[in-house]
C-alpha cells in the first residue's frame, strides 16, 4: 500500500545550517575556555599522530623503492635486451660495455649485468661498489671498480677470466682459472622470454656466493640472454638503514611466506664451536691440496634437512657438512636453485661432486658410492584430521598416497605396493595443499620434515601418523652423501669425518633442527616469515589502510604488508611489524593527565550538547530505522518522520516516495518475470500433449504440501517454515522444474510403441507380412499349376499358412505397444520370427537425406537381396556427434549409453517394459540436466538462490538411486522431498495425457505407499500427503 505523505505547510521550519549554527556557537563560548587550557594536552595528541604518520612514510617510502628497483630492473632489462649493437659475431660488442656500466653507476644496487650464450658462454660486468661484501669477496683495491668475468672454451679448456679495472676502464690486473660454469644450463637462462622479464627465487651466486635474484630476458634473434643480478645483502642493508623503532622487524618475501631480504641479522650457529681437525693419512691431506673446492647440492625447499633461506644454505646437512669441512680442511662450494631431479641429473653428468641426503638403494648404488650414513629419520603420514590412526602403509591399498617428485625411494614403494595409487608433487608443501584439499588421502615423508614444514606454513588442520609400518618391507630410512664412482679417495675422507662425529653433537644437530620450537623465537632461519599475519594481510590487502593492529602471544603490533607490484611474475610483498608500546607508549604516558580532565569535561558537557543534538540526531535516525524497513523491503511499514528542520522533512518525504516507487517497479518486476515463467511452463506443456499440463499443475501440488508442512505441528515438520521469500523461492522452482524438456526431441517424449520413431514402423513389418502373404498364394498357385490334383492339400497348406502370418503380425503389433512386464517366452519367439526372411528387389538407400546417406553404406551386388522379418542394422545405430561430459560442478552421476539412438527393429521390440530403449530413457531423463544447465547459468538473487536446487531435485530418491546426482535422504531437504511427491503424484493422476489413462487416487495413493515403503520417496511427506485432504 503507497504511503501517505503529511505534508503540513503551515508549520514553520528553519534550515538545518541555521540550527548547526546555533549549536556550534553556544558550544565554542561554553567551551572556549576550557579550549584554550587544554591545547598543550591536546598537542601531545597531535604528537602522536605525527609519529604514527612518519612511521607510514617510511614504510612507504621503503616500499616505493623497493618497488622502484623492482620496476628498474625489469625496465632496464627489457630495454637493453633491445639495444641494437649489444652483441656482434657471437660476443659482446666492445661499447656494450660502457653501457653497462653507465646502467650500473645509475643503479648501484644492482651487483652486476651479464650476457649468456646458447652454447654456455657468459660475459659479466660486476659492480665492485653495490655492496661491500663484494669487494672483500674478490679481494678488490680501492681503486678497482669494476670486474669484467668472462667465461669460454679456450684451447679445449673451459676457462673463466677475471679482469679488475678503474672507473676510467683501464686494466689493472687478470686472472683465469678452470670452469665448469655453463651459462645455458641455469634457470635464469632456461626460463627467460622474449618480451618479459623472468625473475628468479633467491639461489646462492655461482661466483660471489651470496645469495640475490635474477632478472632474465631474451636479446631478439640472438638466442643468448641478458640477466641483472642484485644480491639480498644490499636489500637487506637498506632495510637495516631505515629510521624506524629498533624493534621494527622488516621482510620482504613471497606471497607464500618464502624470505627474500629481512633487517634482521642471520642467527649464528654454534654448532662447530667444539669441532677440532681429525687425523689425516699423507695420502689424504694430499688429495685435499689436490682438490680444494667440492660442489655439493643444496635443495631449496627439503626444510630442515636441506634448505635455503633466501638462498643461503641452511639445514641439519647443512651443518654436517659444516662439521666435516672443519674435521678435513675440505672446502663445499653449494649448487642451487634446482629442484632435486635437476640436481640428480647435474650429479648424472658429473657437474656436482656430492649429493647430499639421499638414501641407500639399488638406484644410487648405480649412481655412485654411497657414504656412511650420518642421521635416521623414520617415516610418517599426514591425512586429515578426520581420519582414523593409521599404523600399516598397507592401509593405504587402491587410495591415493602423495610424496614429493623425485624421491629415491620412488621405485621401492612403486615396486613394494603395486596397490597403492602414487600422486608426485613438486614440493612437500603442495604434497600438504594436496592432502588438505582431498586431491590424495595420505602424504608421506620424513616424520621430522612433515612437521617442520607444517609449522613452517602455519599449517595446523592435519593429522600425523607418526608410528607408522611397512611390515615385512624394509624401507631406507637412514641418510647418506652420494659421491661420484671415482671419488673413493673422497669417500674415504668422508666417511672418516662422519665416524668422528661425537653423539653429544649429534643430539646438539638433533635439538637445533628437530625440537618443536616457536617459529617466533626462531625468526628467519627457517627461510619463511615467523608471522601468519603477514600471509593473511597478503592475501586481503586493502589499498587505502594497509596498517593493521594484531596480537600475537599477548602483545600488540602494528602490521604493515602490501605486495609490491612486479612486471616480473608475481608481485613480492614488503612487510613490518612493530610492538604497538615502543611507538605509542612516551606519547601515550604524557597525554593521560589531558585524556582525564578532557574525560571530565565532556561528561559535562554531555547532558547540553545531547540536548542541543537532538532536534538533528533524533530524525535522522528515525529516516535510518525507515531506510533498514526498505533495505529489507518492509514497504507497507514505512512512515513519514516529522522534523521541523526543512532539509530533514524534505529528506523523509524524499524517502518514503522512493520507497512507493521502488516497491511499484519490484512487483513489475516480479510480474514480468513470472510471466516469463509461465510462458516457458506453458511452451513446455503445449510443445506435447504427452506433458501436457504437468508444468502447471506440479507447482500447484508442491506449494500446497509446502504450506501445509510449513503449518504442520508433527516432528518431522516442527522446524520448517516458509516466510513469503522462501515460498516465492520455491514456487519458481516448481514452475521450472521441466525447463530442460525444452531441449528434449518430442518424438522421444511421444514414443507410444516400441517402433516408432517419426513414424510408428509397425507398419513396415506389416508390409513384410503383406509380402509374405503374397508369397504364399505365390507358391500355392505355383504348386497347383504343377500338382492339380492336389488342391485339397494345397489349399489347407496356404490357409495355415496365412493364419500363421496373422497370428505373427498380431504378435509382433501386441508387443509393439509396450507394458509393464514381457516374458523371455515372447523375446525368444521374436527373435524366432527375426530369421523369417522375404525378398527386396529395390536398393534401400535411394531417396534419403544428407544424413541418412551417411549412415548407409551402398549396395554393389545383385537383386532380390533376402532380408529377415525382424533387423537389428548397422544403419539403425545413431552414433553421437560429440562427448556427453558433465561439469564436475554439477556433480552429475548418470551413466551416458554409448549410441545417441538404436532404432534396431529386434532391439525396440525386445524392450521389457514400456516403449523406450536405455538411449531413449537417457535422452528423456536428460531434460534434467539441461535443467541444471539452464538455470545454473541465470544470476539469481540471493533470495532465489535455491531455484536451480530445488528444481533439479524431483528424480532423486532417498535411497540414492535416482538421478542426475544420485543424492540420498541426508542431501535432500524438505521442500527437495516434497517437489518429488508432488511430480510423481501429478504424473500418476493426470487425466490428459494421450498415452494412458489417469490412475484413480486410490490407485496412485497405493503405488506411492509401495515408493515409500521401498525408500523411494519420503515417508513423511507421503503421510503429509494423505492427511492433506485437498491436495488428494
Request: charged share 25%.
Amino acid at each position: 500500500m503507497p504511503v501517505q505523505n503529511n505534508n503540513n505547510n503551515n508549520k514553520f521550519r528553519y534550515s538545518i545550517r541555521v540550527t548547526v549554527v546555533s549549536v556550534f556557537i553556544f558550544a565554542n563560548i561554553l567551551t572556549a575556555s576550557i579550549a584554550i587550557g587544554l591545547q598543550y594536552y591536546f598537542s601531545k595528541s597531535m604528537a602522536t599522530e605525527s609519529a604514527l604518520s612518519l612511521y607510514n612514510t617510511t614504510a612507504e617510502n621503503t616500499r616505493n623503492y623497493l618497488a622502484t628497483l623492482d620496476s628498474k630492473a625489469v625496465n632496464t632489462s627489457k630495454i637493453l635486451s633491445k639495444y641494437s649493437n649489444l652483441i656482434e659475431g657471437g660476443w659482446i660488442k666492445g661499447q656494450s660495455r660502457e653501457l653497462f656500466a653507465q646502467v650500473l653507476q645509475n643503479n648501484p644496487v644492482f651487483y652486476a649485468i651479464y650476457v649468456g650464450f646458447d652454447n654456455g658462454d657468459l660475459y659479466e660486468l660486476i659492480n665492485l661498489d653495490s655492496d661491500p661484501i663484494v669487494r672483500n669477496h674478490y679481494n678488490a683495491l680501492p681503486q678497482d671498480r669494476w670486474i669484467v668475468v668472462s667465461i669460454i672454451n679456450k684451447d679445449g679448456q673451459r676457462t673463466r677470466r677475471y679482469e679488475f679495472y678503474d672507473s676510467a676502464f683501464k686494466l689493472r690486473v687478470f686472472s683465469e682459472e678452470n670452469s665448469n660454469y655453463y651459462a645455458n644450463e641455469r634457470p635464469w637462462f632456461t626460463n627467460a622470454k622474449t618480451d618479459q622479464t623472468f625473475k628468479t627465487d633467491p639461489y646462492l651466486f655461482q661466483i660471489l656466493k651470496v645469495p640475490g635474484q635474477t632478472y632474465s630476458t631474451v636479446i631478439p634473434s640472438t638466442g643468448a640472454v641478458l640477466a641483472i643480478d642484485i644480491a639480498s645483502t644490499s636489500l637487506s642493508r637498506y632495510l637495516s638503514a631505515q629510521k624506524l623503532s629498533k624493534d621494527s622487524e622488516i621482510y620482504l618475501h613471497k606471497s607464500g611466506g618464502e624470505i627474500i631480504a629481512t633487517n634482521l641479522a642471520q642467527q649464528q650457529s654454534d654448532i662447530l664451536l667444539d669441532v677440532k681437525p681429525i687425523a689425516l693419512s699423507s695420502q689424504q691431506k694430499s688429495f685435499i691440496d689436490k682438490h680444494p673446492v667440492i660442489r655439493i647440492s643444496n635443495s631449496m625447499d627439503w626444510a630442515p634437512i636441506d634448505f635455503a633461506v633466501s638462498g643461503l644454505p641452511k639445514g641439519y646437512v647443512v651443518d654436517v657438512v659444516s662439521i666435516i669441512a672443519k674435521m678435513t680442511g675440505l672446502q663445499f662450494q653449494y649448487i642451487n636453485g634446482f629442484n632435486w631431479p635437476q640436481l640428480v641429473e647435474k650429479f648424472k653428468y658429473q657437474e656436482l661432486d656430492m649429493l647430499q641426503a639421499i638414501y641407500r638403494n639399488a638406484e644410487n648404488e648405480r649412481r655412485g658410492i654411497v657414504s656412511k650414513p650420518f642421521l635416521t629419520l623414520p617415516f610418517a603420514l599426514i591425512t586429515k584430521p578426520d581420519v582414523a590412526t593409521i599404523t600399516q602403509l598397507t592401509s593405504l591399498n587402491d587410495r591415493k598416497l602423495a610424496i614429493v617428485k623425485g624421491w629415491s625411494i620412488t621405485n621401492d614403494l612403486v615396486y613394494n605396493f603395486p596397490k597403492i595409487n602414487i600422486i608426485e608433487f613438486a614440493t612437500l608443501k603442495e604434497v600438504i595443499e594436496a592432502v588438505r584439499r582431498g586431491e590424495a588421502d595420505a602424504g608421506l615423508d620424513v616424520r621430522e620434515i612433515l612437521h617442520h614444514v607444517a609449522q613452517q606454513f602455519f599449517i595446523d588442520d592435519i593429522k600425523y601418523h607418526d608410528d607408522l609400518s611397512f611390515q615385512s618391507t624394509e624401507l631406507p630410512d637412514d641418510l647418506h652423501f652420494l659421491l661420484q664412482h671415482g671419488n673413493s679417495e673422497l669417500a674415504a675422507i668422508i666417511n672418516l669425518a662422519i665416524s668422528n662425529i661425537t653423539p653429544k653433537k649429534q643430539q646438539a644437530l638433533k635439538s637445533k633442527w628437530f625440537e618443536r620450537k616457536d617459529k617466533i623465537s626462531n625468526k628467519v632461519n627457517n627461510g619463511i616469515v615467523p608471522y601468519a599475519e603477514f600471509i593473511i594481510a597478503t592475501n586481503n590487502v586493502d589499498p587505502e589502510n594497509t596498517f593493521s593492529m594484531t596480537e600475537i602471544e599477548g602483545v600488540e603490533y602494528f602490521v604493515f604488508s602490501k605486495t609490491i607490484g612486479s612486471q616480473a611474475q608475481q608481485g613480492d610483498v614488503f612487510s613490518i611489524i612493530t610492538p604497538v608500546d615502543k611507538i605509542l607508549d612516551e606519547s601515550l604516558n604524557e597525554v593521560k593527565f589531558s585524556i582525564a580532565v578532557t574525560v571530565v569535561c565532556l561528561l559535562l558537557m554531555l547532558p547540553i550538547s545531547w540536548f542541543f543534538a537532538s532536534p538533528i540526531v533524533n530524525p535522522i535516525r528515525l529516516l535510518a530505522k525507515q531506510n533498514d524497513k526498505i533495505k529489507m523491503r518492509r514497504f507497507n511499514e514505512i512512515r513519514q518522520v516529522e522534523s521541523s528542520i526543512t532539509e530533514i522533512h524534505e529528506l523523509s518525504v524524499s524517502l518514503t516516495d522512493m520507497s512507493d516507487a521502488i516497491q511499484k517497479q519490484e512487483q513489475v518486476q516480479q510480474e514480468l518475470l513470472d510471466s516469463f515463467i509461465r510462458v516457458i511452463s506453458q511452451a513446455i506443456d503445449d510443445k506435447s500433449p504427452y506433458t501436457a499440463g504437468h508444468c502447471e499443475r506440479v507447482p500447484k501440488l508442491a506449494i500446497m504440501l509446502a504450506d501445509f508442512a510449513a503449518n504442520s505441528n508433527e516432528r518431522p515438520f516442527s522446524g520448517f517454515s516458509f516466510d513469503e521469500s522462501e515460498r516465492r523461492e520455491f514456487s519458481i522452482a516448481a514452475w521450472l522444474h521441466d525447463c530442460g524438456k525444452v531441449t528434449t526431441p518430442e518424438h522421444i517424449i511421444d514414443k507410444g510403441t516400441k517402433l516408432e520413431v517419426i513414424y510408428n514402423r509397425i507398419h513396415e513389418i506389416r508390409m513384410r507380412f503383406e509380402v509374405l502373404w503374397r508369397d504364399a498364394e505365390i507358391d500355392y498357385l505355383k504348386a497347383l499349376n504343377e500338382e492339380p490334383d492336389n488342391l485339397a492339400l494345397l489349399t489347407e497348406r496356404l490357409r495355415d499358412k496365412k493364419a500363421s502370418l496373422v497370428d505373427d503380425f498380431e504378435f509382433i503389433a501386441n508387443a509393439n505397444v509396450g507394458g509393464e512386464f514381457m516374458a523371455a517366452k515372447d523375446i525368444e519367439r521374436l527373435k524366432a520370427l527375426s530369421a523369417i526372411t522375404w525378398q527386396r528387389y529395390f536398393d534401400d538407400t535411394l531417396g534419403l537425406s544428407p544424413i541418412e546417406s551417411a549412415r548407409c553404406q551402398p549396395y554393389l551386388g545383385d537383386f532380390p537381396v533376402t532380408e529377415n522379418l525382424l533387423m537389428d542394422k548397422a544403419v539403425h545405430i545413431i552414433e553421437r556427434d560429440h562427448e556427453v561430459a558433465f561439469d564436475a560442478k554439477f556433480n552429475i552421476k548418470m551413466d551416458v549409453p554409448q549410441h545417441l539412438y538404436n532404432n534396431g527393429e529386434l532391439y525396440n521390440l525386445s524392450i521389457s517394459r514400456g516403449t523406450l530403449t536405455k538411449e531413449d530413457r537417457f535422452k528423456i531423463n536428460e531434460h534434467i540436466i539441461s535443467t541444471i544447465k539452464m538455470l545454473e547459468s541465470l544470476t539469481f538473487p540471493p533470495e532465489l538462490a535455491k531455484v536451480p536446487r530445488y528444481a533439479s531435485t524431483h528424480h532423486e530418491t532417498m535411497k540414492g538411486t535416482g538421478y542426475p546426482r544420485k543424492l540420498s535422504a541426508k542431501d535432500l531437504s524438505i521442500p527437495e522431498r516434497i517437489m518429488v511427491v508432488a511430480d510423481i503424484f501429478e504424473a500418476l493422476t493426470a487425466a490428459d495425457r494421450p498415452y494412458k489413462t489417469a490412475k484413480p487416487v486410490s490407485v496412485a495413493i497405493d503405488i506411492l505407499y509401495k515408493m515409500a515403503l521401498d525408500n523411494h520417496i519420503d515417508m513423511d511427506i507421503f503421510k503429509l500427503l494423505l492427511s492433506s485432504g485437498d491436495v488428494v
